[in-house]
């Protein structure tokens, strides 16, 4: 105990010393957000003395071994150090699908020559990883996916389309699932492959989004040649990857609700639509509203504690993540309907500077992808009624 | 400590894995709290290995002496009492009754977080029982707001199950605590109280009643609050029993000049409202684990008949509209639990901010409950109509745990007003 209390003194001081001012702020749009990658520029000064600082301690993945550039942190400390950077407000110094996605699939199922060959690069932020999951004609039925992997000698030729692969056209590399074998069951077919984004025969094409950003691309593959040596686990097993890839990715996405989370709600709609001589807002439904969002939002905080806890005790279910995946991604769009109504028709300024280009509809909009990336809303309730409440039927 | 060390807990269940959490964890949930804005608060949000074994110590005792038939007989019976005497007896010799009491006091001096283990057992059951006005509420305002005499007085007698006390603070229909209207006018060297109170639970069985009173000030306020401890047998009460929807005990309770002396002040005269607003933090924190108890309950139960209930060649669970509304139960249920859990922790490690945990956990408590009682019925059909079954006394008893101490609706405006908007 005591032992924790000195590491979180040490920890405190030096975040205090090291964490520059301008990275404690709430992030004011997606440019704050550091991705790293072969192509990577910093928004900021500040950003890359923030980033520099603590991937030389190894934090930018503070649980992650050292050998790989991580911190070598347990658990507990692991949780003080995310504690004591929520304390200051302090960003993520790196985001990066690497570390929230690949990374926990690479540290189970890889080889050490992978992990060696990987990991380090995403602690770094040198290589910026994206996702080829998707198929046009694999959503929600992600095991039906088509996109081909011939075996030629050492390697595999791939060739297919994936779809949704978020920022493909900013990535150096990809993880992806590939079909190995057609004749299998449509599970047991599945590889899990990496390649690089710049190999012969990979394309990209931004798609167009309501909120009107490009966030995903459409990506093909034509012939791509990938040696064998780069399937992560076995080959027709990836399916098993892939699942435990999602789970990660499940988390994270449950957590999106409180990234770069600024003024307090209440705030925010006092500003539009003013308060009684009590200081209560003028506009009661939307106060319950907020009030009633709040409760859910601090039980889901109370929840995600809960479930790391459980977790480290040993008495978490593996399909816990779709339950926290579809409240969080809910609750998600909740916010966002409750900041729309809140700015009422500054809300809805879509180029103007005074609306920073329309940060918040924008924002809005990108929400409404939450509750279907990643597995759908509908999808999560299916695994929870059937892995955990063990109900009958398909 | 009688029936609290481990040695003497004769009515240990087979440790259930209800929750089918029998996998060991992935580390993918540690990823939780770092996107999310977690507390500080540094233990853990589980129960540690003593309340676990407390839970499995209740559960065994409350599902073996009152499963949901005792309520029901009880209810039969037109019983004077309301609940069983004799079971009390158990309670108290199993170190129930003195759970939050100091151990100088014939109690075990443990915390709130213990007595949510309780209420939880309780909700499973319905069981009627003095647990949360004497057990939790009275020995918490006497441990918090009581003299030295006045503890030595009641405490120890608390712990034994000798006897049994009511907390009586509603006036009205909905429960507005600052509203409090009964007047404690000076009198010689103490007050008398005139007024009446609602909603008191078992105020018919009290031998001692801890009344909210208004000393000075206008309803509304804050300052002018005072709580004093009442003999219910005193000049000027007059006790109703009131039979509830959920068969379990209140009373309306008339105060006509009633003399107290200035030594039967709990607390300070006029600044009552801090420790009567801890106190009800108290019991909303056990009535929302109450909650807990009694959702995941309904939930189970529906679920199981999910699983055996057949129409159109099929059992009803496969239909996926019903299992995506299980799906949400489920987790609208683990969710609160987290809250209710995270509440209690606060109102032993830090209980004077505990407001905000506390509305919180008793705003979810208060919805998920009536979600789980209405989908239970529903599930169940027709049965679910029934007075036969046993998922309607579930039903009626959501009810009035949602007005105990502050409905979803009130929780939601408090919060805000904590907030500032």
């Known amino acids: ?394 | 400590m009688a029936g609290l060390d481990p040695a003497i807990h004769v009515f240990v269940s087979e440790k259930q894995d209800v929750d089918a959490r029998h996998k060991a964890g992935h580390d993918e949930i540690i990823q939780f709290s770092r996107l999310l804005n977690i507390g500080i608060l540094s233990m853990a949000l589980v129960l540690t290995e003593e309340q676990s074994m407390l839970r499995d110590s209740a559960r065994g005792l409350i599902s073996d002496k009152a499963p949901v038939s005792h309520l029901r007989q009880l209810r039969d019976g037109k019983d004077a009492t309301g609940f069983s005497r004799e079971l009390w007896k158990t309670f108290a010799e199993m170190g129930f009754a003195g759970l939050l009491i100091p151990e100088n006091f014939g109690g075990s001096g443990l915390g709130c977080v213990e007595a949510g283990v309780v209420m939880e057992e309780i909700g499973r059951t319905l069981m009627p029982s003095p647990f949360l006005s004497t057990a939790v509420l009275a020995a918490s305002a006497l441990t918090r707001g009581g003299s030295e005499a006045q503890k030595a007085a009641h405490l120890p007698k608390i712990s034994n199950g000798s006897l049994l006390a009511a907390f009586a603070i509603d006036e009205g229909a909905k429960h507005r605590p600052l509203q409090t209207k009964l007047q404690a006018v000076r009198s010689g060297n103490g007050f008398k109280l005139s007024g009446a109170k609602a909603f008191v639970v078992d105020g018919h069985t009290a031998d001692l009643l801890i009344v909210a009173a208004r000393s000075a000030g206008a309803a509304g306020e804050r300052n002018g609050l005072t709580l004093f401890l009442v003999d219910p047998k005193a000049k000027g009460i007059a006790i109703e029993r009131t039979a509830m929807v959920d068969s379990h005990n209140a009373a309306r309770i008339e105060f006509a000049n009633v003399e107290v002396n200035a030594d039967q002040v709990l607390g300070e005269v006029d600044q009552g409202g801090a420790l009567l607003e801890g106190l009800l933090n108290v019991g909303r924190g056990a009535v929302a684990s109450e909650m807990v108890g009694l959702s995941e309950e309904v939930f189970g139960r529906t679920v199981i008949y999910l699983k055996e209930r057949k129409q159109f060649g099929k059992l009803i669970g496969e239909f996926q509209a019903l299992q995506h509304r299980a799906a949400e139960l489920y987790i609208d249920i683990e969710i609160t639990r987290a809250a209710v859990l995270k509440a209690l922790q606060t109102l032993d490690g830090d209980f004077e901010k505990a407001g905000a945990a506390v509305a919180v956990a008793k705003a979810r408590a208060g919805a998920t409950a009536t979600r789980a009682v209405q989908e239970g019925v529903q599930m169940h059909g027709g049965m679910g109509m029934t007075d036969q079954f046993d998922i309607g006394f579930f039903m009626k008893r959501a009810r009035v745990c949602q007005e105990l101490f502050g409905d979803a609706n009130y929780h939601a405006d408090q919060l805000a007003r904590m907030k500032n908007y």
């Open chain 1, 1 to 394: 105990m005591s032992d924790l209390e000195t590491f979180r003194r040490e920890t405190r001081s030096w975040l205090e010393a090291n964490c520059p001012p301008e990275m404690r702020r709430p992030m004011a749009s997606e440019s704050d957000t550091f991705w790293g990658g072969r192509n990577a520029k910093f928004s900021s000064e500040p950003q890359r003395v923030w980033f520099e600082r603590m991937r030389d301690k190894g934090w930018t993945v503070p649980h992650w071994p050292k050998e790989y550039g991580g911190g070598g942190l347990d658990p507990e400390q692991a949780k003080i150090v995310r504690q004591e950077m929520a304390a200051i407000g302090a960003r993520q110094p790196l985001t990066s699908f690497g570390i929230s996605m690949l990374g926990p699939a690479l540290l189970h199922y890889g080889t050490e020559a992978q992990k060696k060959a990987y990991l380090p690069d995403i602690t770094a932020g040198k290589i910026r990883w994206c996702q080829g999951y998707s198929e046009p004609n694999a959503g929600s039925d992600l095991a039906s996916l088509q996109t081909r992997a011939e075996s030629d000698g050492d390697d595999f030729v791939i060739t297919g389309q994936k779809i949704w692969t978020s920022y493909a056209n900013h990535a150096d590399w990809i993880f992806c699932l590939v079909r190995t074998d057609a004749s299998a069951k449509k599970h047991d077919g599945i590889s899990f492959i990496l390649f690089d984004m710049t190999s012969k025969g990979v394309t990209t094409k931004p798609i167009l989004l309501i909120s009107g950003y490009s966030p995903f691309c459409e990506t093909f593959f034509d012939g791509v040649r990938v040696p064998k040596s780069h399937v992560v686990g076995t080959v027709n097993r990836g399916w098993d990857v892939a699942k435990y890839l999602l789970q990660h990715e499940r988390a994270m996405i449950s957590g999106m609700g409180e990234r770069g989370v600024g003024r307090p709600l209440g705030q925010v709609a006092a500003d539009s639509v003013g308060t009684d001589d009590q200081g209560r807002l003028e506009d009661a439904m939307l106060r319950s509203q907020i009030s009633t969002f709040e409760i859910d939002e601090a039980a889901l905080s109370a929840a995600a504690e809960r479930a790391v806890d459980l977790a480290k005790a040993g008495q978490s279910h593996p399909a816990f993540s779709s339950a926290m995946k579809y409240y969080g991604t809910e609750l998600n769009k909740r916010r966002y309907e409750i900041l729309m109504s809140a700015g009422g028709a500054d809300a809805l300024e879509w180029e103007s500077e005074r609306s920073r280009n329309g940060a918040r509809p924008r924002a809005w909009l990108r929400t409404k992808a939450n509750s279907i990336e990643g597995g759908t809303s509908e999808v999560m309730l299916g695994i929870v009624a059937k892995r955990i409440l063990d109900l009958p039927g398909a």
